[in-house]
């Protein structure tokens, strides 16, 4: 029996809602606040069961204070936007909560992914005997979750990576992005970066790429070379990795569109000046975009999400594959969403119940591949991500 403040009403935020709602013997007073109250109070109106509601500007710790103290919650969920994490671990860290996030912090400003800002809370819980999870979503995540299963149970010694995301869904739309359009169009426009023998490669955005197979019929697909947070701390957390990389798949559409957008200017974060008043086109072409929110009824097709894992195994060499397929329209049929944001919500939602039932406790701040992966890989088959392992 658990209260749980859930911050952020977009397309992932609905999902973690409505999956708490589904384990009421742990999450039994649920409040959603974000920016925009209606938003909240839409998606409660959804629900099988009542939760409460409330406006907060997750920008402004004594707004997040205040709100803490009057709900006074156990844990509090941080699917709001990686702008927020800071602020939300100062309040958890005032009022004795804590904290979970999926997303690690980016300064607005900078299109910047590291854990470094994120790290340095690590004695700041210890001493308040709080416990911060970072990164409960599927990529960051489940895919941290999977690389520490397959290095326990299936390798002495991991020495590669691959994390590979297919989208093969289609919404019909023109252009639009399956999560939050500023930072899903900052993080794919960012160099790539990959681990190589020790050493960070930087190399263009966008510019490494071939195909891979995908499983189940999903068939060939081009991946591209990509920068993604995990990477970071898993190359930390298993040293003996000599090589670690992120591939996603785009659509020739909409690689062409983005394309156009770079080159006009519009995916620019800094700011311009128009009709007297600052704007940045980033953020003025979220404004126009579909709400990643409203995809869920339109997407069509699956996703496929895995990590890739070379390594020695009894003195000898082996390959290893582990993956979840995902259907997009089953999860709109079950929660109204997309399956983008439906296989975030859910490693949210397992990541918190984990901490609140006292499977994963700790006091600090830590990546999911420091926490045992068992129970985790279980409540993925549990509660709509099931995986599917493979030795190549
Ligand atoms: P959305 O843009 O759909 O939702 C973000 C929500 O946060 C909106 O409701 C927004 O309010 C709210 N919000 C923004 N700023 C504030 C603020 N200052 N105070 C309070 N609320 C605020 O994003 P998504 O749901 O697609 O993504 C949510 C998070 O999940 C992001 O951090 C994203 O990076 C992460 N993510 C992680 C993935 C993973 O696998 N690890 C994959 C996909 C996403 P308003 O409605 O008023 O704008």
Redesign the pocket.
């Known amino acids: 029996m658990s209260r749980v403040l859930i911050?952020?009403?977009?397309?992932?935020?609905?999902v973690v809602v409505h999956k708490c709602c589904q384990v009421p013997e742990v999450f039994s007073d649920i409040m959603l606040?974000?920016?925009?109250k209606a938003?909240c109070d839409a998606i409660a109106a959804r629900l099988p069961v009542p939760i409460q509601t409330a406006r907060?500007?997750?920008?402004?710790v004594d707004e997040l204070v205040a709100l803490m103290q009057d709900f006074k919650p156990e844990l509090c969920i941080?699917?709001?936007?990686?702008?927020?994490d800071l602020t939300i671990m100062d309040a958890c860290l005032a009022c004795g909560v804590h904290y979970l996030?999926?997303?690690n912090y980016e300064p607005r400003n900078e299109a910047k992914f590291e854990y470094k800002w994120q790290w340095a809370y690590q004695d700041r819980f210890k001493e308040a005997g709080l416990m911060a999870l970072l990164?409960?979503?599927?990529?960051?995540?489940?895919t941290n979750v999977f690389t520490a299963w397959a290095a326990k149970h299936h390798f002495d010694e991991i020495h590669e990576l691959d994390i590979i995301d297919c989208n093969a869904g289609d919404h019909g739309q023109p252009f639009a992005t399956?999560?939050?359009?500023?930072?899903?169009i900052r993080e794919v426009t960012a160099p790539a970066r990959h681990w190589e023998e020790g050493n960070w490669i930087e190399t263009p955005p966008l510019s490494t790429a071939h195909d891979f197979d995908f499983p189940e019929g999903i068939g060939p697909r081009k991946i591209y070379l990509m920068y993604h947070e995990e990477l970071e701390s898993l190359t930390r957390h298993f040293p003996a990795l000599k090589a670690a990389r992120f591939w996603m798949t785009f659509s020739d559409n909409y690689l062409r569109h983005l394309e156009v957008l770079q080159n006009v200017g519009m995916t620019s974060i800094e700011p311009i000046e128009y009709n007297g008043q600052q704007i940045v086109p980033l953020q003025f072409l979220k404004a126009v975009l579909p709400?990643?929110?409203s995809l869920g009824p339109l997407t069509r097709g699956r996703t496929c999400i895995g990590c890739l894992v070379k390594g020695m195994k009894d003195g000898r060499e082996k390959k290893y594959y582990i993956y979840n397929i995902c259907d997009h329209h089953k999860c709109y049929e079950e929660v109204g969403a997309q399956a983008?944001?439906y296989?975030?919500g859910v490693?949210a939602m397992i990541g918190a119940m984990l901490m609140l039932t006292g499977s994963w406790r700790g006091t600090g701040v830590f990546n999911m591949e420091q926490l045992a992966p068992e129970p985790f890989m279980e409540k993925l088959n549990l509660h709509g991500l099931p995986w599917t392992e493979v030795i190549l």
Do not use: H
């Open positions: 911050i952020g009403a977009g397309g992932v935020g609905s606040a974000s920016r925009t938003k907060v500007d997750a920008d402004r941080n699917v709001a936007l990686p702008y927020q996030d999926t997303a990164g409960s979503g599927f990529d960051p995540g489940v399956n999560f939050n359009p500023e930072i899903n709400d990643p929110a983008v944001s296989t975030t490693p």
